[in-house]
């Protein structure tokens, strides 16, 4: 049964870092592009990154690239997105997700629909 479970979510004050986590289970993440996706009170929801199984590309949507990075534990099967110089709108429910082999991509950025998704975590900025 595959399964993903974020963790590291919280408060975190502008210009702070943050790392989430995401363990998953029933299946090897060699084979599936892993990616984040948030959203937002009231906003659509938002690719943020992904990494592509096929051949290892990272993805990032305009609004974190530069500030977010995308990477795994192969031997953990847990990957993380590292958040750096966070702002009020990086604000939302992040979502883990998971989908076959490669990345969708939308104008050439990370989409948010995948095959399988966690449960979500609060990420919160603000002084």
């Known amino acids: 049964q595959v399964q993903l479970v974020e963790s590291g979510g919280g408060l975190v004050q502008p210009g702070g870092s943050l790392r989430l986590s995401c363990e998953a289970s029933g299946f090897s993440l060699d084979y599936y592009a892993i990616g984040w996706f948030r959203q937002a009170p009231g906003k659509e929801r938002e690719g943020v990154s992904c990494?592509?199984?096929?051949?290892?590309?990272?993805y990032y949507s305009d609004s974190v690239k530069g500030r977010f990075t995308i990477y795994r534990d192969r031997a953990e099967s847990t990957f993380y997105l590292q958040m750096n110089n966070v702002n009020p709108e990086d604000t939302a429910v992040y979502y883990c997700?998971?989908?076959?082999?490669?990345?969708?991509?939308?104008?050439?950025?990370?989409?948010?629909?995948?095959?399988?998704r966690g449960q979500g975590t609060q990420v919160t900025v603000s002084s």
């Open positions: 990494l592509s199984a096929s051949d290892g590309s990272t």
């Open positions: 997700a998971a989908e076959t082999l490669m990345c969708t991509l939308v104008n050439g950025r990370p989409g948010w629909r995948y095959d399988y």
